[in-house]
């Protein structure tokens, strides 16, 4: 063999180390991502957002360790749709799933498989996936089962509806049903489902391998109704704290439902528990990292997927669970959408910060793939905020975003700038009037200044009507009301 092409051969060899040695430095660089999504978790349910009656160290020790943001949204402001979003990377006027839709046997209208999800886009880019929680988007062996959306691991819910019930049947284990036992078929209330979910997160930080990224999605269910919660310590820690108004629901036995909510006598002590136990959940996961030397380089976010619910006896006015923002879950007002929303990064998030980036679940898509190093889907909504995440480089702004809510006769809301307009019964009058509110003067939405800004009303109710992309999934205002 000739010298030269030895020599070649070993300059190519050499190249060929060094490659490789760079994508694994590269790929070491990347961070593994942790997104927690409380479900119907308001603004001010959590210490950092002026929460006085529920304990919430940890959540309040990521905004101390990272960066709060204090205008960041939902995708919309119930599950499905809102979760769609986050999924996709599009706002709910053209997301896939605009509404929640129930579909026999279990589970809800699977999101399709021509759709990239957040999942997908990360999974292609060399990260071991999983979810732990309530999915929403798609039945056991449907296009839309997180199986086939780019998740290489679920454990939990799969349905919604199943989820409102805290001691259920059975839960998921990608394509096999675990069945519960110890619940007998809703005849007792024995084993806690959140527990046994949390436990699977937690064993697959432990398990990670530290040389390949990982994306974890942590769809909790917590404090959404059913309002229940093991009798521990921190039940006993709020019981006779609070005036009580017991609520009388489906009780667990043989007549109880899938979907109901059992009775509670301690209503506010059980929410403001279920919350705190939610709390404990990301201290765990903050530990399981720490221990498996992973959390310098871990992102960790934390959200919540609606506003505040009414349902199984909930009672958001009393724990001011709005912060001060008007309307709850299913209102497109900013109770019903503005979120919570804390990261955490050490070394690449400013600790102890705060940022006023207007954004929405759109963004996190864009975001998560800049991260990974990897091309985002074409066409989406969202914009990528790591600049504001870190605080390095010019931070894109929205135009605008939007919003539309496909019950209670259908609702659109939109934000440009300090702006928000909002329309009710577009179903039946998509070129109705809206009302519009200055957020910078009256974030709380009390006074209606369409008659004094007829042309900016005008005009933001134009761009609802060019947002709306018109769905034959999800007619709009038709699909049926759900929890």
């Known amino acids: 063999m000739p010298k030269y092409f030895v020599h070649f051969l070993v300059l190519l060899a050499l190249s060929s180390v060094a490659n490789a040695q760079n994508r694994s430095n590269a790929t070491a660089q990347r961070p593994n991502i942790i997104f927690i999504l409380a479900d119907d978790l308001g603004y001010g349910d959590i210490g950092v957002n002026g929460q006085k009656l529920i304990k919430t160290p940890n959540i309040d020790r990521l905004a101390a360790e990272g960066v709060r943001f204090t205008q960041f949204y939902a995708g919309t402001s119930v599950c499905a749709p809102s979760r769609s979003s986050l999924m996709t990377g599009h706002h709910t006027g053209h997301t896939y799933i605009r509404g929640n839709k129930s579909v026999e046997p279990e589970g809800q209208q699977p999101i399709a498989d ?16 999983a979810a732990f929680g309530k999915w929403g988007l798609g039945p056991v062996g449907s296009e839309g089962d997180p199986n086939k959306q780019g998740f290489d691991r679920f454990y939990g819910y799969n349905c919604q509806s199943l989820a409102h019930r805290y001691y259920p049947n059975h839960l998921w284990n990608n394509s096999e049903k675990i069945v519960l036992e110890e619940n007998k078929n809703l005849l007792h209330a024995k084993q806690y489902a959140p527990d046994l979910i949390q436990q699977q997160a937690l064993n697959f930080v432990q398990a990670s391998d530290p040389q390949k990224p990982f994306f974890l999605f942590l769809p909790y269910i917590l404090p959404h109704a059913e309002l229940l919660v093991p009798n521990d310590s921190i039940f006993q820690y709020y019981k006779g704290k609070f005036a009580e108004k017991p609520f009388k629901g489906d009780d667990y036995g043989p007549n109880a439902r899938d979907g109901g909510y059992a009775s509670q006598e301690f209503p506010h002590t059980a929410f403001a528990a279920m919350v705190t136990r939610l709390d404990l959940y990301v201290g765990q996961i903050l530990a399981a990292l720490k221990a498996r030397g992973l959390d310098q380089n871990t992102l960790v976010i934390f959200s919540s997927d609606n506003g505040p619910h009414l349902e199984g006896g909930a009672d958001p006015k009393f724990f001011n669970s709005g912060g001060g923002f008007r309307g709850f879950k299913r209102d497109l007002y ?60 010019t931070q894109k702004k929205h135009d605008y975003l939007y919003w539309e809510f496909h019950e209670q006769g259908g609702k659109q809301a939109i934000r440009q700038g300090n702006w928000k307009a909002v329309r009710l019964n577009a179903a039946t009058n998509p070129n109705g009037p809206v009302e519009l509110y200055d957020l910078s003067k009256d974030p709380a939405e009390t006074t209606n200044l369409a008659a004094k800004n007829p042309a900016k009303a005008a005009e933001l109710g134009c761009l609802m009507n060019q947002s709306h992309v018109p769905s034959a999934l999800f007619p709009f205002g038709n699909e049926k009301a759900a929890r």
């Open 334 to 393: 900013e109770g019903g959408i503005r979120e919570p929303m804390i990261a955490r990064w050490p070394g690449a998030i400013k600790a102890g910060t705060q940022n006023d980036y207007i954004g929405a679940f759109w963004d996190l898509l864009p975001t998560f793939a800049e991260l990974a190093g990897t091309k985002a889907p074409a066409a989406l909504d969202g914009i990528s905020f790591v600049p504001a995440l870190t605080g390095k480089g």
């Open 114 to 129: 021509s759709v990239v999800t957040m999942g997908e886009t990360l999974q292609k880019a060399g990260y071991t996936t």
